[in-house]
């Protein structure tokens, strides 16, 4: 649960009763993933790290306050974390020890990512000469290398793209 000047993670057991309450010291969780035995949130401006063994908080952070994390995705024995900050985004990998082993930046800020199987997508808006044409740009790039392996432009509708879902082919 968020709260306006910071959040709450409310630890319930099976009955729903509230076995334990910790304060977070932000109003923004965007996605969580369990990492290690972990829970991590992704927050503003670090990553939130709680150890469900003894209800520890601890954080990680890039050392920019302007760093907002966004998508958590756990793949073997890493994690994978996109973010924005001022005037770009990216994503980065981290080991158990959240120390980074790999980070990929894109030019610009994206408005929404997601991350499935060996790629990421992230969709960016259209640009300035380009916003009668279509909704923004699809970009699809592999997880690893950073390298852009699809785009396309999403066809402009009646109502503006908020999110999308990245799913198996339909049949």
Known sequence: MMEQEHGVLYVLDQRGSVVKEISLPTSFARSMAVFHGRLVIATKPRLTIV????????????????TQFDQLYVKGDTLWVSYVQRGKSGWLALNDQFKVMEKHELPSVYWEARFYGDYVYALFEPQEGNKADHDGEMNIFHLRTGQLAAKFTVPKQKHNLQTFQVMDEIQ
């Open 51 to 66: 150890d469900p063994h003894s209800w520890r908080v601890a954080y990680w952070g890039m050392g920019q306050e302007e």
